[in-house]
């Protein structure tokens, strides 16, 4: 199964962390790819235009120095481009990360074949995130390098797939790199995504709870008092099927139990009261992985305990594993 030459020796787990919507900047970013895991963020989320430039020149200039004084090699980051008409900062976004040559490119919504063009001419690569085989298709026939299902029980925008059935499915003709999402928020679910045939862990709702996030504080918390059964799926605050926390919709004023249908000519926004509420500032994104997550630990505490769950789930799989002894084959009737 393939990882990208330009991730081999990087990373202390196999894990990318997932760019969310305001929650993800510089210094989370910075802090994750410090400690050994994949750090990205939303291009959108560096506003206005030119702080992006600024953002892009900060992570460089301080993973730069942390090898230089540590002597180790801090995991590559990425930027995540919203591929959709209503974008109009698109072009500009990823001229900006071709002239920094942003190492990896994360696309969404739709794959132009631009994109992927651009980020190829520097010796980037692409990751495409899509929630069936429909959309892995038409992204794989534009060249990217690699595919996120993005499964049931992720946050933000998500699928209803199963894993164990779409990571299956994509393997058997998709020869690139394979990232999981879903629900993933320990070292064992890294652990799991890897049997199930996924290259890499794709993580955000965890990361949400460390003190490196830009969310509130009552977003993360929100998040640690959550149990699974509480994460929202709707389509109604973007335009496009996500999954939310209950009690940060319903304090927006809506029932989490009989919310109206989508208007996508509205995207972003919806309406809560007399006032449109923007989605992801008042109404949180989170997934199913939220029951699992206890505290707001720094960056660099949670992936050292993640990388140790990893570790012992590992040891703890093959113990179990090694006394198995399959019966023997039931002999064919009549023998």
Same mark, same amino acid.
């Given at each position: 199964m393939p990882i990208p030459k330009l991730l081999e020796g990087r990373l202390s787990l196999p894990v990318i962390g997932s760019p969310m919507f305001i929650v993800s900047g510089p210094d989370l970013v910075i802090a994750q790819c410090k400690a050994g895991v994949v750090g990205s963020f939303p291009a959108?989320?560096?506003?206005? @235009?030119?702080?992006?430039? @600024?953002w892009l020149r900060r992570i460089k200039g301080e993973l730069g120095e942390f090898e230089a004084k540590t002597g180790r090699k801090a995991a590559p980051f990425a930027v995540n481009?919203?591929?959709?008409?209503?974008?109009? /900062?698109?072009?500009?976004?990823?001229?900006?990360?071709t002239r920094h040559e942003v190492p990896i490119v994360i696309t969404s919504l739709r794959p132009p074949s631009f994109v992927v063009e651009a980020v190829h001419?520097?010796?980037?690569?692409? #990751?495409?995130?899509?929630?069936?085989?429909?959309?892995?298709?038409?992204?794989?026939e534009e060249g990217v390098d690699g595919l996120i299902l993005v499964c049931a029980g992720a946050g933000g925008h998500a699928g209803l797939l $199963?894993?164990?059935?779409?990571?299956?499915?994509? *393997?058997?003709?998709?020869?690139?790199?394979?990232?999981?999402?879903?629900?993933?928020?320990?070292? /064992?679910?890294?652990?799991?995504?890897?049997?199930l045939g996924a290259d890499l862990a794709y993580m955000g709702t965890r990361f949400i709870a460390t003190r490196e996030a830009n969310a509130v504080e009552a977003y993360k918390e929100t998040i640690i008092e959550s149990a699974a059964e509480e994460i929202v799926y709707t389509n109604l605050f973007s335009?496009?099927?996500?999954?939310?926390?209950? *009690? $940060?919709? @319903? *304090?927006?004023? #809506?029932?989490?139990?009989?919310?109206?249908?989508?208007?996508?000519?509205?995207?972003?926004?919806a309406s809560g009261g007399n006032e449109a509420k923007k989605a992801w500032k008042d109404i949180w994104g989170a997934g199913q992985g939220a029951g699992l997550v206890e505290d707001t630990p720094p960056v660099a505490e949670l992936v050292e305990r993640l /990388?140790?769950?990893? @570790?012992?789930?590992?040891?703890?799989? #093959?113990?179990?594993?090694?006394? #198995?002894?399959?019966?023997?084959?039931?002999?064919?009737?009549?023998?």
């Open positions: 959108l989320n560096a506003r206005p @235009e030119p702080v992006l430039d @600024e481009q919203i591929c959709h008409a209503t974008n109009a /900062r698109l072009e500009h976004d990823v001229e900006v990360c001419s520097y010796g980037g690569v692409v #990751f495409h995130d899509v929630i069936n085989t429909k959309h892995a298709k038409k992204a794989a $199963s894993p164990l059935a779409f990571v299956e499915q994509t *393997r058997s003709w998709f020869k690139g790199t394979i990232i999981l999402s879903g629900a993933i928020a320990t070292g /064992r679910a890294v652990l799991s995504a890897q049997a335009g496009i099927h996500g999954n939310y926390l209950s *009690r $940060s919709v @319903e *304090r927006a004023g #809506f029932d989490p139990n009989n919310l109206p249908v989508a208007d996508k000519s509205k995207m972003n926004f /990388r140790r769950d990893y @570790e012992a789930a590992r040891a703890d799989l #093959f113990a179990r594993a090694a006394p #198995f002894s399959p019966a023997p084959a039931l002999r064919a009737a009549g023998e």
